[in-house]
């Protein structure tokens, strides 16, 4: 992706993230997800967290967009909202009505894992408290790293259908494409200066590590009842 080359902002904390961002991209389950071997109930669980994760989600980007600069960012985002809440979530319910699971009992803070309430607050706080770069950057692991596993598996076609299907909400040149305006939005609303882009290098980490954790919270099986 061109965004993450050269000395620009999104560069330098892809670069400085590498580590995480490798444990994201490249988790036992993604790997799992792409050879169709992953077990249904696993990939449940993974969807019993997500619907109320990526509801939080929209209402972090909802908070985003407020702060919007300008025209140009305020359609950006507009873009990622229309994203999450026309594509992802209507596919993340029926995903989970497909694995024999209930989205109903998949909504708010009650049905949150400790890992997922804590990644959603990150967003939530950084969204409300934080500039609209900042905010822009903790949801931002989660849309690129996305992007990178639809890229990497798009041509792997495992015989569950369910799996081939997901593959094919991020694995497709639309999604790719938002994660590359996302980025060049970030790297345009960034202020200049190392003190600037440390605050945003600890936001970008803390959620790629939460990405990490969300996967291996996802891949165990659950203790919930």
Known sequence: MSEAEGD??????YRHGS?????AVRHPMVREIAA?????????????QNVSYLEDYVRAISCITAKAPDSEALAILGRILGQVIDVELPANRAFLTRLGGDPELAQGPAAM??????????LLATAALGSCAEGLTAVLPCQWSYG????DIADAKPDDPIYCDWIGVFGNPEY??????????LNRLAEPGEESFGRLQVIFDASTRYEVEFWDMAYRPSARP
């Open 113 to 122: 894992e400790p890992t997922t309430y804590a990644y959603t607050r990150h």
């Open 148 to 151: 990178e596993i639809g890229a």
């Open 176 to 185: 790719a494409e938002l994660v590359e305006v996302t980025t060049k939005l």
């Open 8 to 13: 620009s902002v999104c560069a330098r904390l």
């Open 36 to 48: 169709g071997t992953l077990a249904h109930d696993r990939f449940r669980h993974y969807f019993e």
């Open 19 to 23: 580590a995480a961002w490798d444990a």
